[in-house]
């Protein structure tokens, strides 16, 4: 049964009436940004982003989130140990369709090192079943793979679902879809999507998403958003988000009014050099080194690739803080999580020597926070 909560949510957005010229105007944007766009743009945005403050406001003081939440913070701050992540990474296929200069698996693609495979079914339910038991509270979708490359897809979220997984997520590129398996994502109890996008203009856009087409997949965002008004569906909660470098830094101010009408959340993530392959200058600019960084997600994550392979960052792409297998016999998450070698990087984290970890100390979160160009 829905929560009070849930049923204003659902009301506030069958409220949230965006006039279907808005559909125009940002097509108008995709062929030609122009300032000219920009009076009638924020006229129609600024209903948008009213309503949905009052959305996402209210689905963020559910109780169980809230407390998810709380233990998320404590985790990080406190370094409040768990029996069991409080969140998985599950890589449930470790293919894609695109070649995204900024990711890493493009580079481990073009050395040979990248292996591409599906998970079956009967090995994420394993996951899911250990996890349950033992406290998880979240899990996301993919890793560095197109989850919906997956067949089994649908089927995962609602297992994850009936299981009571409080927050299922996952990120797409959104590139692989259509209306009946949007349909099937937002039925399956699909918590959040996040739609990788990154940019506001055809050009940009398709320098960055190598292999994808920008018409395409403005088309494929804005029908998935349109089913869910339809079937008033309050979930999954609709995100879209833009990795901030020097590519496309000049359109972070323009890209919520761009996407927003179409998401309930418009965020941005700065630049990470996450495997330490990518030889471009992408930044915009470094604060000081920060060698003194702890990362929070030793206390609060795992990540399992599509290959079964267990490791400690999600941004692991060369498998150097592999702490053990999931098929292994013996091997189970929760030894992983409570086991030495995970413990011994907790203690060098926390005595402020993670540079003394190879994949650590070639992190971004340790060489400095990216600043956004002024």
Request: net charge positive; glycine share 4%.
């Amino acid at each position: 049964m829905k929560s009070n909560s849930f049923k204003h949510y659902v009301s506030l957005d069958k409220e949230m009436k965006i006039p279907k010229k808005l559909d125009n105007i940002q097509l108008k944007f995709a062929e030609n940004y122009n300032e000219e766009n920009d009076d009638e743009l924020n006229g129609l945005y600024s209903h948008y982003k009213i309503v949905k403050k009052n959305i996402n406001a209210k689905y963020r003081n559910l109780p169980d989130y809230k407390e998810y939440r709380r233990l998320w913070r404590d985790t990080a701050v406190k370094h409040v140990e768990t029996e069991f992540p409080l969140h998985l990474d599950i890589e449930v296929t470790s293919y894609c369709n695109l070649a995204c200069p900024m990711c890493p698996r493009t580079h481990r693609v073009a050395l040979g090192e990248w292996k591409n495979k599906m998970m079956k079914f009967e090995t994420f339910k394993k996951i899911i079943d250990e996890g349950t038991e033992k406290g998880l509270k979240a899990i996301n979708l993919n890793n560095f793979g197109e989850s919906f490359f997956n067949k089994k897809l649908v089927e995962m979220i609602e297992y994850a679902k009936s299981k009571g997984v409080l927050d299922v997520m996952l990120h797409t590129n959104g590139t692989v879809m259509d209306e009946i398996l949007a349909e099937r994502i937002i039925n399956s109890g699909l918590d959040r999507i996040i739609f990788s996008l990154d940019s506001i203009t055809k050009e940009i856009y398709e320098k960055i998403r190598i292999g994808a087409n920008f018409e395409d997949t403005i088309k494929n965002v804005r029908m998935f958003h349109t089913i869910r008004e339809k079937m008033c569906n309050y979930k999954p909660v609709i995100r879209v988000s833009m990795v901030r470098m020097k590519e496309n830094d000049h359109e972070a101010n323009k890209f919520e009014k761009f996407w927003g009408p179409y998401a309930d959340e418009v965020t941005y993530t700065d630049y990470r050099n996450q495997d330490g392959l990518d030889k471009t200058d992408r930044y915009t600019e470094f604060k000081k080194e920060n060698k003194s960084y702890s990362c929070p997600a030793l206390w609060q994550r795992l990540t399992i690739n599509a290959t079964g392979e267990v490791t400690a960052c999600c941004r692991d792409a060369g498998k150097r803080l592999t702490l053990g297998k999931i098929n292994d016999e013996n091997k189970s998450l929760t030894n992983i999580w409570n086991g030495d070698k995970l413990k011994e990087s907790r203690n060098l984290h926390e005595n402020k020597q993670a540079y003394l970890i190879d994949a650590c100390n070639g992190c971004d979160h340790i060489r400095g926070h990216i600043l956004p160009k002024k």
